[in-house]
């Protein structure tokens, strides 16, 4: 059961690296050490299983470092805090969200008929940039596949009603 565990982890991860080769890598190639879909595959990997931080990322790299050398090239060792916050704060946020639903939706194998609940909720804690305002999202769930299909933010001056089609297009 663990081999053929650490197999789907291995074939899920080579999936994510393939998909995120969708973007357009914006890298200095002067002074390149690692290719976009390292960085970008180590982020997102280690976010799934709990990093918040730029200093996360980097500390989680080399307790999986084993696992990671499965699919990814890491000659020039784990990339630096600097580099996730530097990569993932110049990467078009669009082309990731688009990647990452691709990636995401691979995954869920939806049933025939699956019931998929659309649901509004506010963000505790969050304010809107001007901090009037909490966030709003509305939200699709896959109930069978316990997954988040997407969700989008509520404008401001609007509500829950006007934001169901955009999300509805999404997905």
């Known amino acids: 059961m663990l081999i053929i565990s650490k197999v789907y982890r291995m ?4 999936k994510l690296k393939t998909v995120f080769g969708q973007i357009p890598d914006f890298i200095r190639q002067h002074n390149k050490l690692y290719d976009l879909e390292s960085i970008l595959l180590i982020g997102t990997i280690s976010v799934l299983c709990g990093a918040e931080t730029w200093n ?3 500390e989680y790299a080399p307790v999986k470092e084993e696992f990671l050398l499965t699919f990814l090239d890491l000659s020039n060792g784990i990339p630096s ?3 996730f916050n530097r990569v993932f704060s110049n990467l ?4 990731f969200e ?4 691709e990636w995401v939706s691979s995954l869920s194998q ?3 008929r699956e ?3 659309i649901d509004g909720k506010t963000i505790k804690g969050a304010k809107s940039s001007g901090g009037k305002s909490p966030v709003h999202m509305v939200s ?9 299909l997407g969700q989008v933010k509520v404008s401001e001056k609007s509500n829950e009603i006007t934001a169901i089609p955009e999300l509805l297009k999404l997905l």
């Open 98 to 101: 688009s990647c990452f639903i």
């Open 81 to 83: 805090h600097d580099t």
């Open 56 to 58: 996360q990322m980097q």
């Open 115 to 117: 019931v998929i609940a």
């Open 92 to 95: 078009d946020s669009d082309i």
């Open 140 to 148: 699709a769930w896959a109930s069978k596949n316990n997954l988040v």
């Open 110 to 112: 939806l049933e025939p």
């Open 11 to 14: 074939k899920e991860a080579t």
